[in-house]
């Protein structure tokens, strides 16, 4: 899809404030903004049908400026000829302004209204059309829905026949973190929560709220629409705002995927030092080599503990392995440590985590290691563990760090549940960039990519099938190989390429079969099509 001011993501209020600067600050008057709301609206469902409507549409709208939209797009369908009805859930007596000049104007055209607030009757009309536009609840919603509003919710779900084309944003999703607004009853889905859109048509920005889950999930097909909101009031405010939040998309990785010069050698790329594995978990380590050789490092050291490198020369062909000596666990020690900052000094960057084990004495090892790296370093996996018990490692390592936390992991870092992560990915991720002066990287659907300065990214790419082992290995690996090779941009780029080959390898296996080896074998795909596509959809 076409990303707008570079893939710059608003709140509502931030929305609501480019409205208020449009027409004040440059006259653009806000029935002209609805106006253009709602006829983009109107648009998307004309080419849901190819202009020729064989079926009845019905726009389910609310009291408020979002059922506005939703009663001009009912307008342009009816003059582009098609069968079009409105059940108004609110009160006619309290609409206002915009929304209640556009209600008197399809009254005087003739559409059909429904002004009951009666369900049993929405249940019938939704049964009997092909196309529902959701126009109930915009971006204003905040708090739990009413029964009332649930039970629309319900029906729109449920008893619809057809598509469903959601106006800024399906009704029930918190437009700023993405969660689900509708009451949690017991054996209740994310269907009884909030409206499940085919297509979602949002205006002038993105909302985040749409690009973090579970909300993005209910999204389906997203098109940004211009709505005449000036672009230099997005500027103007974007200058204003502390550093914002970003879709990550493919000009994440465009300057990586340049072709080589003809005379370059492995030298010109980097040598990354993966410190990995112990007993049972070599796969780790070897996941973490393939994402770092993957991603185009020139040279993959991979340090084990001594009793496991001939297990690793025989699963690594491209990738050097170095035994250091180790703990009584066959894993990382105490014993360990000069010979990792040894081999870590002598490279661009490091990988440190995977596999390591929860012994203690790998832990103390662990956190020892961190307080004294020199090189930028991903840290990953158990490492992540370690450094839940001493969290000012982070502010006392002087080297620039990335920490690569799935949701679990995060709620052990900040002494939470993995539910409450999830509830606010973005904000958590924010906040402890900020606090601890690192990158963070929170795996999973729409991983956020949160900087110390405040600044964000959500990815764009991804796929179901990569919920399986060792992908989050994939992932360090390539990170740190982009950091060896000397990338500004390191964590975006190879978020968004493992997102794109976890969809490649989806692709090719699908979701169940796919591995994280799979995922690895795709990331020259990733970085071919970026080579190789025009970059017509950003």
Known sequence: MKWPFGGLLVTAEQMRDLDRRAAEDYGVPSLLLMENAGGAVAEAAIDLFGGAFATSILVVCGSGNNGGDGFVAARHLRNAHADVRIFYFGDRASAKGDAFTNIEIAEKMGIPIDYSRNVTRLHKQIGSCGLVIDAL????????????????????????????????????????????????????????????????????????????????????????????????????????????????????????????????????????????????????????????????????????PESLNDIMEVKLTEAMTIPVPQGKARAFGMASLDRVLEIIDERDAAVIGPGFGRDEDTLAFTLKLIRKLAKPAIIDADALYAVSRDLSVLEKCKAPLVITPHPGEMATLIGTTADQVQSNRLEVARAFAKEHGVTVVLKGAGTVIAAPDGGAFINTTGSPGMATGGTGDVLSGMIGGLLAQGSDHAANAAVYLHGRAGELAAEKLGEAAMLATDLADSIGGAIQEVLQQPDTKE
């Open 137 to 304: 609840l915009g971006t204003g919603a905040k708090g739990e829905l009413s029964p009332e509003y649930a039970e629309v919710v319900h029906v729109m779900n449920f008893d619809r026949r057809g598509p469903l084309i959601a106006a800024d944003i399906p009704s029930g999703v918190d437009a700023d973190t993405g969660a689900l607004l509708g009451p949690v009853q017991r054996h209740s889905s994310i269907l009884d929560r909030a409206v499940k859109a085919s297509v979602t048509v949002t205006f002038g920005l993105p909302k985040i709220g749409l690009m973090t889950y579970p909300g993005a999930s209910l999204v389906g097909r997203l098109i940004v629409a211009d709505i005449g909101i000036p672009e230099k009031a997005v500027w103007q405010q974007s200058g204003d705002a502390e550093v914002g939040v970003r879709a990550l998309h493919r000009s994440a990785a465009m300057n990586l995927a340049l072709p080589r010069p003809q005379g370059a050698h492995k030298g010109d790329f980097g040598h990354v030092a993966i410190v990995a594995g112990s007993v049972g978990m070599t796969g780790a380590a070897t996941l973490a080599a393939m994402g770092a050789l993957r991603i185009g490092t020139g040279l993959v050291t991979v340090a084990v």
